[in-house]
């Protein structure tokens, strides 16, 4: 297969989409079935999946006792607690974890180089290019469409979307159902930008008369 269709799963953790989560999203939680049966499809379809995981050190200038919500936000998803665990159904595949240590562009090429692969990459700030091994990953999967889909839309989704985008001949496409805002008013506004980008914009219902894997 010259491309495949990947799955990119945003920040599906506890403590942004459940509701004692430390930094939840209001309804959140019922995306949760919606992202267990993309993960399913990807699965069971042939195609892999690529998670990107906040894996935050308690002294990380992102995290505040009094935080702005935009720079700044709650003491959520610390390295290694329940709150940074992904929620919902993750699948048989064995999931290959990519620190944030620099790793030999080779060895991540091996990982994707698998004939269906399920990587998690621990990230410290909002956007998932800021692990250095991002980039790298990307290039070595060579994918035509990526399937985006995750929490939080107006911040890490939106990132992700607009890092993706950067590279050449990827078609991207948002799940919007499978989504999670922290400010339900911000909604419109991203996707207005994301659709002005040339992303489509789909519901979960649809996506598998979209993009077929495989």
């Not at 379809?45 to 002294?59: E, F, Q, T, Y």
């Not at 091994?133 to 989704?157: K, P, Q, R, W």
């Not at 499978?178 to 489509?200: C, K, W």
Request: with cysteine.
């Amino acid at each position: 297969m010259d491309k495949r269709t990947l799955f990119w799963d945003v920040d599906t953790q506890y403590d942004f989409i459940v509701p004692d989560g430390k930094l939840y999203a209001k309804g959140a939680e019922e995306i949760i079935p919606v992202v267990s049966d993309l993960r399913a499809m990807a699965i069971d379809n042939g195609c892999s999946i690529i998670a990107s995981v906040d894996w935050h050190d308690p002294g990380n200038p992102e995290i505040s006792d009094q935080p702005d919500f935009v720079k700044t936000f709650p003491a959520h998803c610390i390295a290694g607690t329940p709150g940074a665990e992904r929620v919902g159904y993750l699948g048989h595949l064995p999931i290959d974890v990519v620190e944030l240590d620099l790793r030999n562009p080779g060895e991540l090429a091996e990982l994707v180089q698998k004939e269906q692969f399920h990587i998690a990459i621990h990230k410290e700030a909002i956007s998932v290019f800021s692990n250095p091994n991002t980039v790298n990953l990307v290039e070595s999967a060579s994918s035509g469409t990526i399937i985006v889909f995750g929490a939080i839309l107006e911040f890490c989704v939106q990132d992700t979307l607009r890092g993706l985008a950067r590279f050449p001949d990827v078609e991207l496409v948002l799940v919007k159902d499978a989504t999670a805002s922290l400010d339900p008013g911000a909604e419109a506004r991203v996707l207005a930008e994301l659709q002005r980008m040339g992303i489509e914009i789909t519901e979960s219902s649809r996506l598998r008369e979209m993009v077929p894997c495989g």
